[in-house]
């Protein structure tokens, strides 16, 4: 099993905040750079935040400064809080390695819809 197992979504009103996560396979959480992604409707997936193996992150357009990734080595577990969830931040949210995303990790993804 290499797909990695995202969770944490859910419907929240504008100004919310939720905190997503994913976890990975050990044999992909302990060597790679990891990165959450999203796809809204009719759009093409992009990334947003990305994180390495020692702790240094980078983030993509309006994710900066209302979302940060995190990763806790004991539960090989990568997480993104999301604070101040306006609507445009609804989409599937997906993890995968970064900067480049192996096709056979993408999981089921999580859903995010910001709606009043």
């Known amino acids: 099993q290499m797909e990695l197992v995202e969770s944490g979504g859910g419907l929240v009103q504008p100004g919310g905040s939720l905190r997503l996560s994913c976890v990975a396979p050990?044999?992909?959480?302990?060597?790679?750079?990891l990165g959450w992604y999203r796809q809204a409707p009719g759009k093409q997936r992009e990334s947003i935040a990305t994180?390495?193996?020692?702790?240094?992150?980078n983030y993509v357009g309006s994710a900066k400064g209302r979302f940060t990734i995190s990763r806790d080595k004991a539960k090989n577990t990568v997480y993104l809080q999301m604070n101040n969830l306006q609507p445009e931040d609804t989409a599937v949210y997906y993890c995968n390695t970064a900067p480049v995303p192996r096709r056979e990790y993408w999981g089921q993804g999580t859903q995010v819809t910001v709606s009043s």
């Open positions: 994180i390495t193996t020692n702790d240094r992150t």
């Open positions: 050990d044999t992909i959480f302990s060597i790679n750079a």
